[in-house]
């Protein structure tokens, strides 16, 4: 995670975008005029306390003085708000605010904002300084509780919230990153009194606290870390703002899927600083929930416990609403797609309620997709696909669970400007200037419903049901190539699944959103690189003009297989501490390029791939059966005797230089006539490129291997026989 976070600053940060402050402004024009009189009131109070304290300290009474002003309350009650032009409190969960409101302390504001950090080398021990977190922690609650007095005497919007902190009690600023503990973060005020200790799930952003100035990458990396978590533990996240605060210099930063916007710094220890910062706060307190990255189509029921979710289907143009009974996939990472899954059931109504009808459940996916492929036109379209598979399927019932059935999908709806439109990063950075928005690819909000809801594979209780599993995945890969015309381009772990019937244990290929057209990649000069790292095909690392076939996703297939027979299928037999030791390792680390360069060692040949990765499988009794499954996909993907020594093994194709010295391609002689590439090209070189070009048959025969093996395993299970 760490890892991670330096890698989101090194390749993901634009830093001084004068724009990102006008990002959290509320959209509502009404809600932008009250936001904008509230902000230059607040700045004027906040100024007279700083001014009131400068001038004793001036005086020589600057100590008690300070003290004096450090008990200085804003009205401490809240009025029963009076409705004007249809303007209200909020109720919940937003703007709740308590009888009374204990005074807030100042003393820390006017030492944080006084703090002089020249230091070039920022040695100081942090006890030298002030304690930056609770001078945050004092303007943020002047801010808030200001608001919420004007607020009472005008009558303010319902979605408005009182801004607060929460932090360690013993949380101080160091040239030290303690990834263990919070540095601070802004919350929401309800008051109400609680024994529950505050987490990433209570936050609306975190902040990251360094005492000196030189350490603002610092800053950046572990905020960075924290917002990582902010999208892992609140499902309704679609993008975070967050805070860094180095010494005095505070910059507010977007997260959105590719990229960290950073506005420009904020001096908070000068007149001009503050006033950014305290118009930054206001917006924050009266913006739509939306434009602090909330999702509004999922939302929370407090009473109920529970989250419902709205989908809006493209196809008939209805929104249906689900109530999710589990969360069975968080967004783990700060970019990408933040793909979520939930389990859930549709909304009853009132009718269905007095029927005592029962809904059967379903996987809602959530996730914020590229349309078109990176570094490429392919258009990437899951819903779409998902569809048309569906209807071209619909008459094979033995497919019946193995790939995901569409039952509603479209892009997220969000209520703008009067209207709704479509969710996407567009709209998320509207108010962001132009030469910005182009640096931040384009993403898609989608939501899909799909059935039958699956399991992980990790939760299989053999060797032999993985079997069943994956000869039930290639079966519906292979079909949806041919009848459909598509290609996964992501087979992995986290994409098999599986689930139980009255007829035992099917599995089920999900994700398709880097799905494409084959005709597509046949198109294209050079395919771009798609999938999960550890189990893409040699060609798909190394970026290869070599079209990608059927025969990529295959490949990744016995990637996943060596993967788990050497960790273990399930939680029983895992063991993932010895796999750090063995070559396999090397596709799960570094880059592309050495994760393609291990794969040619460990596949050119069957001895080294015996020596390499199947040796530690091999030890293992129960595992036998996938030792031999592995040996017989290696043997007709990579050693086929059906096909010439030149379309065997990992042989790269001539160089121009090769060719140029007279080097011979090494190809079928023509009294090879059996030779399944006999009719390829001869001027195409290279094993992967001359088995691109006969990739149907030979899928064709991977396909009678796995069947072969399913059905072995399937009557060893009826058997009570299966390892």
């Given at each position: ?46 100024e ?43 109720a ?56 919420a007095?004007?607020a ?53 952003m ?89 999702d ?27 109530i ?40 809602i996916?959530d ?132 689930h ?13 959103d880097n799905?494409?057209?084959?005709t ?66 090397n ?111 030979l ?17 060893r299970i ?6």
């Open positions: 995670c760490i890892a991670e976070a330096e890698q989101t600053v090194n390749e993901g940060l634009i830093q001084d975008i004068s724009s990102v402050l006008d990002a959290a402004e509320p959209a509502d024009q009404k809600r932008r005029s009250w936001a904008n009189r509230f902000a230059a009131e607040v700045y004027e109070k906040l007279a306390v700083i001014s009131s304290a400068q001038q004793s300290d001036d005086a020589g009474t600057g100590a008690k003085r300070i003290c004096e002003v450090s008990s200085l309350s804003v009205e401490p009650a809240l009025k029963k708000a009076k409705t004007v032009g249809g303007m209200t409190p909020a919940s969960p937003s703007f709740q605010a308590s009888e009374q409101t204990a005074p807030v302390s100042h003393s820390q504001l006017i030492q944080w904002i006084s703090f002089q950090s020249n230091s070039e080398d920022p040695s100081t021990p942090a006890s030298h300084g002030p304690n930056i977190q609770s001078g945050i922690s004092a303007l943020v609650g002047f801010v808030g509780q200001t608001i007095d004007m009472a005497d005008i009558a303010c919007y319902d979605s408005m919230r009182k801004l607060s902190t929460f932090q360690k009690v013993e949380s101080i600023a160091t040239d030290e990153d303690s990834y263990q503990q919070l540095d601070i973060a802004l919350t929401m005020d309800t008051g109400s009194c609680t024994d529950t200790v505050p987490d990433h799930k209570d936050a609306l975190m902040v990251a606290v360094k005492q000196f100035a030189q350490e603002q990458h610092r800053a950046y990396r572990y905020l960075a870390y924290r917002t990582r978590k902010l999208f892992t533990t609140q499902p309704n996240r679609r993008f975070a703002w967050g805070l860094t605060v180095c010494a005095t210099t505070v910059r507010a930063c977007l997260f959105v899927h590719d990229k960290v916007l950073s506005s420009e710094a904020m001096d908070v220890s000068t007149s001009d600083g503050r006033k950014t910062f305290v118009t930054l706060l206001t917006n924050w307190s009266m913006c739509e929930s939306w434009r602090l990255g909330y509004p189509t999922i939302r929370y029921d407090a009473g109920l416990k529970h989250w419902e979710i709205d989908v809006c289907d493209s196809e008939t143009q209805l929104t249906r609403s689900y999710c009974a589990s969360i069975c996939c968080s967004a783990y990472s700060t970019f990408g797609r933040h793909t979520r899954c939930f389990v859930a059931h549709e909304k009853p109504t009132d009718s269905d309620r007095a029927s005592d009808q029962d809904f059967p459940k379903v996987l996916k996730a914020w997709a590229r349309p078109i492929s990176p570094g490429s036109d392919i258009v990437c379209d899951e819903i779409a696909y998902l569809r048309e598979i569906r209807d071209a399927l619909a008459d094979n019932n033995t497919l019946d669970g193995t790939y995901p059935r569409l039952e509603a999908g479209g892009v997220v709806q969000i209520k703008y400007a009067g209207g709704v439109v479509d969710d996407n990063t567009q709209l998320m950075l509207k108010d962001i200037d132009e030469n910005t928005r182009a640096k931040v690819p384009a993403r898609i909000h989608r939501r899909i419903v799909m059935s039958p809801v699956g399991e992980p594979i990790h939760n299989l209780k053999s060797i032999d049901e993985l079997i069943v599993v994956v000869g039930d995945v290639m079966a519906a890969h292979s079909a949806i190539a041919k009848r459909c015309g598509l290609l996964h381009r992501d087979l992995s772990v986290n994409n098999i699944m599986f139980r019937d009255k007829n035992g244990v099917r599995g089920m290929l999900i994700d398709f799905a494409c057209r084959i597509d990649m046949e198109k294209t000069e050079q395919p771009d690189c798609v999938g999960t790292l550890p189990f893409m095909s040699i060609g798909n690392l190394e970026l290869s003009n070599v079209k990608r076939t059927v025969l990529d996703d295959w490949e990744s297939l016995i990637y996943i297989l060596c993967w788990l027979g050497t960790v273990g299928i399930n939680q029983a037999d895992q063991d993932c501490e010895t796999v750090h030791t063995l070559p396999i390792q596709w799960h680390k570094g880059s592309a390029t050495d994760t393609a360069s291990s794969k040619r060692l460990h596949m050119n040949e069957v001895s080294y791939f015996v020596e390499y990765i199947l040796n530690p499988i091999s030890q293992v009794q129960e595992y036998q059966n996938l030792l031999k499954l592995l040996l017989s996909l290696h043997a007709s993907l990579f050693a086929n005797k059906r096909v010439s020594p030149s379309a065997r093994g990992c042989e790269k194709p001539l160089t121009s230089w090769e060719i140029m010295m007279g080097v011979q391609p090494d190809v079928p002689a023509p009294s090879d006539t059996q030779f399944l590439d006999r009719d390829v090209d001869p001027a195409i070189t290279g094993s992967f490129a001359r088995r691109a070009e006969i990739a149907n048959a899928a064709d025969e991977l396909l009678e291997v796995i069947q072969r093996f399913r059905n072995e395993a399937l009557q009826s058997k009570g026989n299966t390892h």
